[in-house]
């Protein structure tokens, strides 16, 4: 398909065990961020990536948190030693630049993630 | 802290009515704005979009407007249709930053026949 796509669509997994979930960008864009929306909230900014920068990583909650971007397109968010309050919809978006004039980042459905 | 907010959880509105919402911020760096629509278990939609050097942009139904000194931007859909219940989210960046946005906390809108 032509939108952002993330895998999987569903995660339920225990406390304290690893989770990667994964996005795939629209085609051509170079900017990709990661989000997420917990029960009633907003949406939070985790990190963004722009090309080959430096990626900015200051909305991860913790150490726990690190996300990858390999080759400008694909990127996995791992998040290491689950706890329960990590249970939230993680949210991928992309666009085609993201520094001077706006462009409106395109989200894909995101990974609804469930720690037990 | 909240830098972009959205004061009214719910809006509730009959078919055909204009539908109003609000979103206030604090940080007067901000100088893009944005709308998104969220339907349940889907990813945010494009709606909007407005720079500060506009006080208003509009396509088809939909019309942003911007108050940059009382730091207040609104959305109007009119007429509003039932496809048009869902969560209305403002989000807001610096566009000389590395564009990441700060999100309200949304608007459930229901439009009734």
């Known amino acids: 398909g032509a939108g952002v796509s993330q895998s999987p669509s569903n995660k339920v997994t225990e406390k304290g065990k690893d989770v990667e979930l994964r996005c795939d960008p629209i085609?051509?864009?170079?900017?990709l961020y990661w989000y997420r929306q917990s029960l009633g909230q907003g949406l939070e900014f985790l990190i963004y990536?722009?090309?080959?920068?430096?990626?900015?990583k200051s909305g991860l909650p913790s150490d726990r948190f690190s996300a990858e971007r390999t080759g400008g397109s694909v990127s996995t968010l791992t998040i290491q030693r689950t706890q329960q309050e990590d249970s939230a919809v993680y949210l991928c978006?992309?666009?085609?630049?993201?520094?001077?004039?706006?462009?409106?980042?395109?989200f894909g459905d995101g990974t609804r993630l469930s720690i037990l | 802290d909240q830098q972009v907010k959205q004061n009214s959880p719910s809006l509730s509105v009959q078919e055909g009515r204009i539908s109003i919402l609000n979103c206030d911020y604090t940080?007067?760096?901000?100088?893009?704005f944005l709308w998104y629509k969220k339907y349940p278990a889907e990813g945010p939609t494009f709606l909007i979009s407005?720079?500060?050097?506009?006080d208003k942009n509009e396509d088809g139904r939909f019309t942003v407007f911007l108050n940059k000194s009382a730091k207040h931007l609104s959305l109007h859909i009119v007429p509003s249709q039932p496809g048009d219940s869902a969560v209305y989210f403002c989000?807001?960046?610096?566009?000389?930053?590395?564009?990441?946005?700060?999100f309200g906390a949304g608007t459930q809108v229901v439009v009734t026949p």
């Open positions: 990536f722009q090309g080959n920068s430096a990626p900015d």
């Open positions: 085609s051509g864009h170079t900017a």
């Open positions: 989000a807001a960046s610096v566009s000389d930053s590395w564009g990441k946005l700060q």
């Open positions: 407005i720079s500060s050097i506009k």
């Open positions: 978006a992309s666009s085609l630049r993201s520094r001077g004039l706006g462009q409106p980042q395109h």
């Open positions: 940080n007067s760096m901000f100088d893009y």
